[in-house]
Structures are given as structure tokens and as C-alpha cells.
């Protein structure tokens, strides 16, 4: 693993959870995991029980004991780090989103599709596909419960940065993140409600915003909250000023393929909303609805059920029937935002065990890629429609 | 009072029940109501409880027993009758929205401006800024108990013609609606948005969409909720079909003056929504949600509290301290969508008699008919930014 | 009517607007009202709309042009009232609780049944009954749709008397009121799950408690809210302190007929509860839960879905098939706590007009005040058990 | 550990992860773990992560090498383990109920008083104490933020037994469960508001029900969710029936020290209800709400705010100001229901490191078992008042 902050203290606790949980055909061992500074990256590998540590990344992709390379750093070093582990053989997990820009995703997919025929796999970590509830919706629409798609509604809201004073960690550093909320946030209700849909963005239009356009360089500061808003901050400097070079909020409107109207927000000047990600899809025979903030829930508004009792239902899905739940706790015993971290290292170990491609891939990490990449463009041109092309066609290119 | 269908019946609860709740400077008479039909107008008059009625709505313009003119047909007729008694002298209650052009809208607008100098008042019915959880928003932001706004989220979301086979009723047809959901409930949250925030749309970038192009004639059909979705319908003639001249649905980002985004929904399309209206504003102190179908409530989340103690409080809206409520029930006993009418008549009524002018005034109504004007431009070219003017300098011109 | 405050307001609110929105056979006329102070029930006539007023009772029943007696005073004047309409001729509607002991609640409902073979109709005021929501569990329950009852477990909580300084008005009177929280708004859900699960209460385990023993007398005061909490406020002198002569809240676990457990609370000393009465139902095949503060819901498990879709349906009872509704306004437009005045006026003047008697008879009454009168004597006995007759017994008695 | 199926594979959980999350002077080694069959129990310490296995839970008591023997069998076999781990020096973490019977709960909670002295340390596992949520209660509730408790309203309901086929596990039977649903999950809210309150109940009035009377006896079945219902089931025989010697649902009403009114209800009859332990506390200042099934979230009514903006606050309980929450996401990254098992082992360590006794206590679970004793003693007498007796009187007796 490359990285160890909030991503990696996450890839931990799923993969030392994930043989505990579910029967596998393969057994995770925490070999190795990889940091900039040496005296951190072996306090964590104690910490997070990593079986060694390096401050060389490379090492992992030499590695004649690894197997699989878990890139866990900002978006401005996955590409190196992928493109390097694939054609040395490793299955790749590279957080989301796959890159900083549409060139180095488009890099980073045409290598994993040439892996594959080397029974090399990859996957982009679009976790939030594997919460229980949001697998239940791709589901549902894949079996047709929702009817023609009309609608999708989608916001990722936050608010930790509200307070002008939250000083400028990587994540509002271009050169770092690649976009703010935008690439952060924004990034999993565009590859959620593809996912959950099975239908590509065609086309947006676009407002971003920075609200707070100076921030305090960041001193250093310790705690694992403050790792979670800005892991990997760099020393900071006191109470000098700097630029905020992305994104705090975008706003977008969309069409889906098949004509349906969407509307996608990201934001971390949402006061109140800590990690809110909401997706609603409006069908011609139903609704389906979706809550981060309550994970273990779904709501399901079936247009088929007789006038009296329509309702929106809320399901509670903690039932052995739903996906992945079996394995955890009795029904209504709740999981967290961990679980699907469990979830995802669950279906790559198989997916590689068993010799098939998994999902989302690099190609699918493009697609998003690429209407990132059309939303900033957008804005930068006063919100003019722009087009997104099929990440098989950019990849083909 | 003109026309008799659903706006017809709210009103008419409105102006029966205002004085026996709330003390008043003057009384209401209902003396006239006008249809088009003279025997449906005078079964309307008898269920209603009109003292008379008529066909010919220049009666009422002409009547010197009459005060007030309250204005409840479609769109198409509202500039001529509502010109006709401004010119008379009458107060004029119109109904949203002001009308189903930018032209009339202005004439409208300035021939309301002149009549104030004679003591004549208007009034544009967005009865939703009378809900007294909406007038509490309004309250609060102006206090500013949300500080700067920076995001207003906005959706009006129904789903009365998901199915193909719904007829063509008037508000279905460009003609007599001016638009479709955009005019009818996209109307309403802009007006909210812009009443709550004391904030205008300065801009817009918008798609619109008829999902379904073509639907049966309507053959006459009676029963109250038949003709709360669509009163007024002309005689239909059987099951041959019409085109659907108006947007189904209509999405748009926006800029307000201060900078905020805002995101905007109207739908006709949005399965399992009946009514429901939701917005809810960011600032960087405070948020504010409000949903229609739960209308006694308000989210408050003020971050100025507690770290510890901060979330979304449910605030149930029937305090005597509320807007309107102290002459209602006991904290707890809640009101229903009715009541925002016999508010309106409340103000109206006060403001006539105390001689100032009331708001949502015929330019208030403007501002709203310019931005629904611009979204229909935006789309219509593209989804192209576009820009709307102040509704102040849009009457001087 | 008799009274005029909190239940004659909303009782004139239902009389003058019930021929407004449902076609009846006959017209309401508010002929009468009846107060004990001339100048307040005069003022309380014109506020109303009541065509005439009096300060004697008598001259309601005595009176050959009124058919139908509405009873809105504090318990202990209903016995003498009811008797004497009944025995005149009169319908009489009367409030509830029927009565403040069973002794008269026995004999009003002698006195009911015996009127029956003349054609004299009686209903006591459980107006929760006629709430949509309330209808609809009646109906689902009646249909099967919940199958073998198993648990019932409700509460009315309110608020209004936690400040020790709130005075001592008549509802803290015993002498007045009969009792506290219980006979206010314990009968309340003690009728409306007997009514919804067609059962009675068999045996009950009680405690209720008075928290605030000594209040301060009332001041004359003022204002809507006021009188709602209090009508009929005795003219106070200022500080001094009287004693609470009812109790502040009741607690029991009780059996049904056919063996379910249930758990009742009434209190007004439930912090932050407003008007929160609610009941839920479990049975073999599902659940039904209802909130007084969210009127136009209803919530239903289904158990015989599909395991992966069970949840929780929230039905918006707002549709044309939900009762008493398609009067109403569209689906999603939500109705108040007075409407189900109104829908209780229609019934009664349908149940006059066609000849039968109607719902809750003075025998449902008396089945309340049995369940009443074994929670005080199973709390005075230290919670001993105490067994309820059943009415009709009582009554034959 | 002995035990392993649904209790210890949460306590193994936590076990694995408590120092991968907190900073502790201690590391936890996972070192034996105990079951009946010795294939299964090998299975399950592979499965878990367990050093090695036994059959003989007397090697954990006897060996060197272990400090603390957590006990997760049923109830019938806590006293036993218990007593012997105490007597040898061993600190015990032992599951709730702490035993079948009072008599064993007394012999229990005095040995653990006895073992202080050589500081041994014991816990009692009632882990809801440590859903952050319900240890933010407490906080506020000690800080005096509800003033004078006045009610206490709690339901622990589930449905997994409502269908009549479901098997005769072993919960169902009380030689070794002891009680039914009333002491598996009341026993949960009998300590949750004894905890958060700060007071004892001290009587109680109950009505307990057995809905099914016969069940099949269970054929031997597998999978997670059947080991989570009825862990350790005993291997079927197949279609033949067996009497079900525990309760299916209990009621009771109660009071607290200081006065307050309580209701508690335990129910495996609640269709619809998975997990749904409800807590609602009113005090003269404000009310708390929590439910287990959205863990993360509690709910205040400050009765001290403005009037017009009181209402409840559904604060997310994820903030690093919450109790345990910095150690894990950030803000709005919910956790699950086996996290507090984890702040359990977390304490428990801690207090074992640091030399002092961990609450709850034995005595604090002999406190519980008092109760259900009085609940189940006050049932067989047809409901009489039953008074409890405090523990501390118990042990001393």
C-alpha cells in the first residue's frame, strides 16, 4: 500500500478484516506499505499492523512477494505509481478519482485494458458501489423496478471548510488534487449514479465557485480528524496566506443517454451537511433514494403497488438478502462507513482468485475522468453545454 | 373573484374563513365569482358560497360594489383582466404566475407601479411565502442568522402525468399555461428563493424536456382532484391526441447577486413526489430546509452552537412566537396547505385597509416571469448562460 | 353549540365549512351558540358566525329550529346538557371525554341507545377517528393486512405544563375535567386503538403521577393560544397558589381481547412533544404507525413483500382513494388538525339525514371512560390489575 | 474467549482492531479461544484469528499466559466461568445478562467486589453503554442539560421470531437463555436508562407473553445470520415440536428513583422492527431520543432555546467532540454496531492498565438481573407492583 493517511488507515482495517468476514479462496498479508516519511510510515505500519514499511514505492513494485499495489496517495502520483505496477505484473486498487487530469486517466486505462490479456486487474476505488444499499439500487434499476429513467438528482455535500481560517491543506492545492470538491466529491455521485443508472453523462453545463480565495498555509497538526480533512498536509509554515487553487463548490446540470435530465452538486460550503451524499432516481415506475449519512438505508417508491399504499418505502438493508450482508450481523445491526472498504477488498481478492476483470475499471475511472474534466471546462467557458465523450472512444484514441 | 376550479376553492376557503380568525380592519363580502359556463358558475357560486355570479369578469371591473378583484384563470387571460381593474380602480389579487409572457408581465407591472400612486394595491398570489415556515426563513435570514449565503438548492417536484395516458389538459397546452412545470411550480421556488434570501437570479444556464410529445384529448371529466390538476379543461372530444406544447420538466443552475450557486428542479416527471416543494440555502453560518409536504416543519442547523450540540433542528412551526400561527390551534395542532391562502387574504385585507402596499407585489411577480423567461432562452439555445435583468429596471424600460 | 373556546372554534370552523367541500343531503345552519358570560359569548358569536347567542343552554334544547345540539364545555357540564337534548329530541354531538365519571357516561349512554328508536342520533367527539390517516388503519386492519395483533403501544405527549408556573386552569381541576393528561388525551388513544383494532381493552396495570402538586391561580388572560391550553379560565386573583387536583400523566400496560399486550402513556410533561400522539400496531403480518404531528402520514410494514423490499412505507395519505380526501385539494397538498372537524360534521349530518346512527356512539364512549376510571383505581391500589367491563354490559346494568 | 459464534465474533472483532485504532498501554494478544465441538471451535479460530483453541474453557482460567477471559456463552454457564476466572486472578469481561438468576448474579457481583482488592477487574457487557450516541446522553443528562427527570420511555423490539416455523433455538429455551426476550434485549434498556438517568428503578408492574407456544426444534442450519439469531444452537432432529419456555414480548411500567414515570417494552413480536431500541428520556429542561438502528444520531430538545427555534436536533454523532469518535473518520462517516465493541475492549483495556474498575460492573449487572427478576416476578402475580431492591443492598446481604 502507497499512502497511509485517511485512505490507508481505511485499506487497512478492510484488508485485515476482509478473510475474518467472508470465505476466500486467498489470504491478504500486509506486506508492505510505503510513505514519504520514514519516521511516520513506520509509525504506521505499527499502528496499522503493515508487515514492513519503505519510503520507496518502488520497492513495492519490484516486490517479487507482492502481488497486489493499493495506492492510497493524492491524484498527482497514482498514474506514476499504476502504470509502473501494471507492467510490472501487480494488480492495481488506486483510489479515487483515477487521475488528475483526462491524459494521464487515459494512460492509466489503456494500460489496464492491455493487462488484462496478462491476467493483470485493476480496479478504481469507487467505493461507495459497494455499500450495501447502493449495490440493492443498481439492482433494482438493472431489473427494471424503476421503469425509463426521467431523473437524477445528486449532491455531495460537506462543510468542512466553511471557517475561513481552515488552512490550506493538499486537497484545495491544485498541483496536488487536481480539482477541489469537484474531483473529491464530485467524482462519486457522477460514478454512482453512472453506476447505479448503467447509463453515461452525454453532456453538461457547469458553474464552480472558490468562496475563500486565501487560506492560511498549514502548520503542522496531529490527530486523526485533522489527517482525515488534509492527510499528507505538508509541514506547514505559521500563519502566512496562500491560494486556494481549486474548487470549493460546482454545480451542474446533465443529460444521461437515454434523454433523462440530472442535476449534480459538490460542495464543501454546505454548513451542516458532514458527509451528505444524496442521489435520487425518478423512473417511470419508481424512485429510489439514497443517503450516505444513513448508509444502511434505501428508500423505494414502487408506482406499481396499489394507489392507497403507495409510499416510499424504507428499507433497513441489513437482511442476509441484501448484498454483502450476509456475512456481517443479525438484521437491523447496523454497518458503517468502513464496510465497504471490507466490501471492495472482498470482490478484487475474488476477482483475481478467480481470474476476471472487477469493477469499476480504470476505463470506468476515465469516464469520470472525463466529465470532470468537462464540468471544469464548462465553467471556465460561462457554462456553455459541453460535450462528454465515451471513455472507450478516448481510450481507443 | 374569477374563475372557480382549484384556485377558485382555496381562495374562496380563504376569504370565507379570514375574518373569523383573524381580527381585522374590514370584512370580506364574497359577492361575485365569474366562469366562463353559466351553469357551472352558478353551482360553483352555491358550493363556494358566492353571493352571485356571472359570466362576463368586466362585471366585477365595472361593479362599484366591488373592492377587490381576484384574479384565478390560466395565465392567458391574467394582463387583460388584471389591466382592466387596475385601470377601474380595484385592488387586484392575480394569481402566479403573473402571466404567461415577459410583455404582459411588464405592462402588468408598470400599470400596477402607476396605480399606487391612487391608493391601488396589487398582489402577485405566491401564497407560499405564507407558509409560516417560509415567512420564518425569511425572518431568520434577514436577521442573519445564516450569515453569507452560499448555496440555495431548489426542487418543486410532482408526478401527476407520469403516465403517457394522462390527457392534455389546459396546463399541459402552451397557449393557455405559457409553460409547463417551469411556469407552474418552478415559478413558486424561484419566488421563494428570491423572497427568503432577499436575493435576485442574476443568471441562468437551463435544459428543459417534454418526455412525452403526444397525449389523449381530454373528454370531460368532473371530481375536485380532476380538476385541481387540471381545472378549467376544455370540453374534451375522445381519445385522439394532441401535442404536449410545454416543458414536462426543467433543471438550471444560477447565480445570485451575492455569489451564491443554486441549483433549480421543476417536475412533473419526479415519481412518488406529490408536492414536494424543497429548498434549502447554505451561509456560512447557518442552514435553513424546508420540504412543502411537511410544511409545519423548518430545519434549522445553526453552527454558531456547540460543536457537540450542532445538527438540523426540527423546528415544528405552530409556536404562538411563529408567523401567523397565534391565531390558529394549540403548539402541535398542525395547518394545511389551505391556510397559506386565508394568510394572503389576511395581509391583503390589512394592507388595503391600512393603505400600504402589499408583497409579493405585480413586480415582485416580474422578477419571477424574467427568470422563467430566461430559462426558456437558455434552453432553448443550448443550455447557454443567459442573463436576467432587474425586474425594477425591466418596468422603467 | 355550547362553549366557544379552543373546541367551539374548531367545531365552527367544521359547521361553516362542511357543505363547502362535501355535497350533503342538508344544509348546516350555525344557529345558536351558548356561552356563560353575555359579552364574551357575544363577541365569541360574531367572531364565529353563529347567527345568534345565549347564555342559557336550555333555550338551545327548548329551541324548535335547531335540530342538533354540539356539546364543546368541560366534562362536568356534559351529562346534564346531553341528557336533556337527548330527551328533547335533539342529535346531540358531544365531546369528549362523554363524560368525568362513569356513573354519567352509563347513563347518557341508557339514554342514547334509548333515544335510537326514535330516530335521535348521538356521537361523541373522538374526532382522531376521522383523521385520513386514522381511517386508513381502521381499514387495513379490518382487511387483514396487519393479521393476528400482537402488540399496540401508544402515547399522547404534550408540553404545555412542565413551567411550574403555569396556572391552574380548569383542565388541572378535577372537579372540572374529571382528570389530567388521562381523560384529555389518554382518552384520545385509548378510543382510537380500540376503534382501529376493532378490540377492547380487557385488564389494565396503571401509575400516574401529578409532578406539580400546587400552581398558581389564573390571572384573566388573553389571547388564542391561551384559551386553547385553558378554556373557560376561571377570572382569576393573581398569585396565590391552588392545588392540582388531576393528575400530569398516566402510564399502564393493558390486554386486548384476543391476547395483544399494549403500553399507554399520556402526559404533559413530555419536554418538546407538542401534540405527539402515537400509535403503532404490530401484527403477525405487519405494522401500522401513526404520528398526530405528521397527520396526512401513515406508515406500513408490509411482511409478506419480498424479504429484500420490506421497510417501512411512508404512504402521503393525501390521494382520492384515502378517505374523506378526494374533497380536498391534489395529491401532496396537505390537510390540518381542524379538518377532521369537518369530516366528523359530514358524517354526522349524513348519518342524520340517512337515518343511521353514527360513530362513536355514547356505548364507545362509555367504553372509553370504563378503561379511565380502572387506570385511576388500578394507580390509587398501588397498579393492582384491574379489569375493564365491556360497555354494552355497562350499560344493561 | 469462550464462545464463538455471534457474540464472540463481534468481541473478536473488536479485539483485532482496538489497537489498530487507539493508542493503548497495552496490546491485546489474541491468544485462546473456547467452544464445545472441537472441529467447529478449530474452524472458528482460524476463521477469527485466534492463536489457538480449546474445548476446556478451565485451560483460559489456568494458563500463564492469559490476563482476561472474555465470556460470551449463554447465560447458563456465566456464573461458572466467571467464578473460576475470578478466583484465579483473571480479570473477565462476561456478556449480558450477567446470569440466569439472581441468586448467581449475587455470587458473581461479590466476587468481583471481592477480586477489587487484588485489583482484578471485571465487566459486565452491556456495549450499548458505548454507541457514543448513548454515552453523549449520559454526558449531557450528568451535565444537568434535561434538569428533573420526568419520564423514561424504552422499547427494545425485534421481529426475527414472529413467524411460528422459526426453529426452537436456544434463546427460546430457559434453562439456558433464563428469560426470553426480556433478558436478551430489555436486559439492554434496563441498563441503558439506569445508566444514562444516573437512578435505579425501583418497581415495576409487567405483563410478559409467550404469542407461540410450540415451536420445531431446530435442524442443525448454517450461515451467519442463523448463527447471529441462535448461536449455538444444539444439532436438530428435524420436523418435531417443543415447548417455548421463555417470553416472547414484556411490558412494564416502572418508577425511578427521583419520581420519573417509565415504560419499557422488550418484543421479538414487532413486525417490521430489526433492531429498534428507542430511548426517550423527558426532563424538565429538554428530552434526549436515541435509536439503535440510526446508532450514530441522537436527538435534544433544549427547552432553554429561544421559543420560536426550539425543536429537536438530530445531532450526527461523528464529531472528534463526540465521545470515541476521533479515533475513527471524519465528520459524517457513520459507524456500526459492532464499533462498541471496540470502545469496549478500548476501556476495558485501559482501565485494566491503569489500575481501575471498569464500569458496568458486575454490581451494575446484578442491578439489571434485580429488575428482570421483579418484572418476572410481578408478571406471574398478575401484574402486581413488585418492588426492586438495590444491588449494592444484594451483594451486602
Known amino acids: 500500500m502507497v499512502g497511509y493517511a485517511f485512505m490507508g488507515a481505511a485499506h487497512s482495517q478492510a484488508w485485515r478484516t476482509v478473510n475474518r468476514v467472508y470465505d476466500l479462496p486467498a489470504q491478504v498479508r500486509m506486506a508492505l506499505v510505503c510513505g514519504r516519511d520514514t519516521g511516520k510510515v513506520a509509525e504506521a505500519a505499527d499502528r496499522l499492523g503493515w508487515d514492513a514499511h519503505t519510503t520507496d514505492w518502488r520497492r513495492l513494485v519490484e516486490s517479487d512477494e507482492i502481488d497486489v499495489v493499493d495506492i ?7 498514474a506514476e505509481i499504476a502504470l509502473a505496477a501494471l507492467a510490472a505484473g501487480k494488480h492495481v486498487l488506486c483510489e ?13 486505462a489503456a494500460a489496464a485494458v492491455a493487462a488484462q490479456a496478462a491476467g493483470v486487474r485493476s480496479m478504481c476505488g469507487f467505493t461507495y458501489r459497494r455499500v450495501p444499499a447502493v449495490t440493492l439500487m443498481r439492482r433494482m434499476v438493472a431489473e427494471g423496478r424503476l421503469g425509463t429513467i426521467r431523473h437524477v438528482r ?16 493538499w ?17 462519486h455521485i457522477i460514478d454512482m449514479t453512472q453506476y447505479v443508472t448503467g447509463q453515461r453523462i452525454t453532456g453538461v453545463s457547469a458553474i464552480t465557485e472558490t468562496f475563500v480565495k486565501q487560506r492560511p498555509l498549514p502548520a503542522e497538526y496531529s490527530g486523526l480528524a485533522a489527517q482525515a480533512a488534509g492527510n499528507g498536509v505538508a509541514d506547514g509554515q505559521g500563519p502566512d496566506m496562500g491560494p486556494v487553487t481549486v474548487d470549493d463548490a460546482a454545480v451542474f446540470v446533465a443529460r444521461l443517454d437515454d434523454g433523462a435530465l440530472a442535476t449534480y452538486e459538490a460542495s464543501r460550503f454546505a454548513t451542516g451537511r458532514k458527509n451528505a451524499l ?11 433514494v439514497f443517503d450516505l ?15 392507497a399504499e403507495q409510499g416510499f ?14 456475512a456481517w450481523w443479525p438484521p437491523g445491526h447496523i454497518i458503517g462507513y468502513e464496510h465497504s472498504f471490507t466490501h471492495q477488498a472482498r470482490d478484487l481478492v475474488e476477482a483475481i482468485a478467480t481470474g476476471v476483470d472487477p469493477a469499476p475499471s480504470f476505463v470506468d475511472g476515465l469516464q469520470v475522468q472525463l ?15 459541453t460535450h462528454v465523450e465515451p471513455a472507450l472512444e478516448a481510450v481507443a484514441a
Open 371 to 385: 466529465v470532470l474534466d468537462a464540468v471544469t471546462r464548462s465553467a471556465e467557458l460561462g457554462s456553455t453545454w
Open 293 to 307: 449519512e444513513r448508509l444502511n438505508e434505501l428508500e423505494f417508491y414502487d408506482a406499481t403497488r396499489p394507489a
Open 171 to 187: 486537497r484545495l492545492q491544485k498541483d496536488k488534487a487536481g480539482s477541489g470538491a469537484l474531483g473529491d466529491i464530485g467524482a
Open 313 to 326: 418505502t424504507r428499507i433497513l438493508v441489513t437482511e442476509a438478502e441484501h448484498p454483502y450482508m450476509s
Open 278 to 288: 444524496r442521489v435520487e432516481i425518478n423512473g417511470s415506475l419508481g424512485t429510489l
Open 154 to 169: 445528486a449532491a455531495y455535500l460537506q462543510d468542512w471548510i466553511v471557517d475561513p481560517q481552515f488552512p490550506l491543506v
Open 72 to 78: 492510497c496517495t493524492p491524484g498527482d502520483s497514482h
Open 96 to 108: 479515487k478519482p483515477l487521475a488528475n487530469t483526462v491524459a494521464e486517466a487515459r494512460e492509466m
